[in-house]
């Protein structure tokens, strides 16, 4: 079965970016959209309805349900084509949910350093 997914991301953040330049959905699994949640204030208003802080991770809606952070992250790596060296080392890190739920945080807590760093104020500031 295939599904649409959607990756709500902080485009002003580095790895964040990165992540969505780099992130791919399989043809076979769907078809994948990036959105910067700094650029479109409809999504980020969709987000906060739905009770979500973009700031506590990225976000991925797959056919209307909302994932975020670790989960996000999970569903994206179990999508993503087998090829490639970022998707093979994205199913490697985010591919087991366990190890999804653990990595994550150091992800999150990265960003949030290198926002800081850059001078950059979090999306919901």
């Known amino acids: 079965m295939k599904h649409d997914y959607a990756m709500i991301y902080d485009g002003q953040c580095p790895l964040c970016a990165s992540g969505a330049r780099f992130a791919r959905v399989d043809a076979a699994q769907g078809q994948l959209t990036c959105v910067d949640a700094r650029k479109d ?23 209307g349900s909302y994932l975020q952070g670790a989960d996000a992250v999970h569903a994206l790596a179990l999508a993503a084509p087998r090829h490639g060296l970022f998707n093979r080392a994205n199913r490697w890190l985010f591919g087991s949910a366990e190890r999804a739920r653990r990595i994550y945080p150091l992800f999150l807590a990265g960003r949030n350093l290198l926002l800081k760093l850059l001078g950059r104020q979090p999306i919901g500031a």
């Open 41 to 63: 204030e409809r999504m980020h208003r969709k987000l906060n309805a739905a009770g979500l802080d973009i700031d506590q991770g990225v976000v991925v809606i797959r056919d």
